[in-house]
Structures are given as structure tokens and as C-alpha cells.
């Protein structure tokens, strides 16, 4: 478990980061996107908690990006496995909460 501050920590790199994969994705730096969502896909994995509250936002955004036929598809295809592991977690989370077992 997490202390407080750490938590806090960990949140203050949200903003930016989404801030930075959207510069990459207007930028159309093909490598500075990718890495910029797996920076992104490592702290949902790591730290789901942090984005939980605004999950749905970040899909929204990101299904908008997927969508979009002038990107590229290396870049649709990161949007891709971002919402797959998105959408895991938070089924992974709220199953626990509901259920009180954790699901693997």
C-alpha cells in the first residue's frame, strides 16, 4: 500500500503526461507517442487508483484519437492496447470492490 504521499506523488505526473501524449499525438512524432503511452500504460498498470476517477474522460479522449483515420496506425493501435488495459483494470477494480475477491 501506497502512503499518502507517495500517492501524491505518483498524481502529479497524470496531468502532464496526458498533456505529453497529446502534444506527441498533435506533434504527429511517431516515437515520442508511443513512448509517451507506454509511460502512460505503466502508471494505469502500476497505479489504476490514480486514473479511476477520471477513466471515463481518458476513454473518451483516447477513443476519439483511436478513431481518427488520418493518425497513423501504429499510433490508433497504441490508443488500442492503452483502452484494452484500461478497460481491464477498472473491470479488475470494480470487481474487487464489489465482490471483495480480487480477480486475476
Excluded: W
Amino acid at each position: 500500500m501506497e502512503t499518502p504521499e507517495q500517492h501524491a506523488m505518483v498524481k502529479q505526473f497524470l496531468e502532464p503526461l496526458l498533456c505529453n501524449i497529446r502534444n506527441c499525438i498533435d506533434s504527429g512524432n511517431e516515437e515520442q507517442t508511443h513512448e509517451a503511452f507506454e509511460a502512460f500504460q505503466m502508471l494505469a498498470e502500476e497505479h489504476f487508483e490514480l486514473i479511476a476517477d477520471c477513466v471515463d474522460v481518458i476513454v473518451a479522449y483516447f477513443l476519439t484519437v483511436g478513431a481518427n483515420s488520418t493518425l497513423e496506425l501504429s499510433t490508433r493501435m497504441d490508443v488500442c492496447c492503452f483502452l484494452v488495459v484500461v478497460v481491464y483494470f477498472a473491470f479488475r477494480s470494480r470487481h474487487h470492490h464489489a465482490t471483495g475477491f480480487a480477480f486475476h
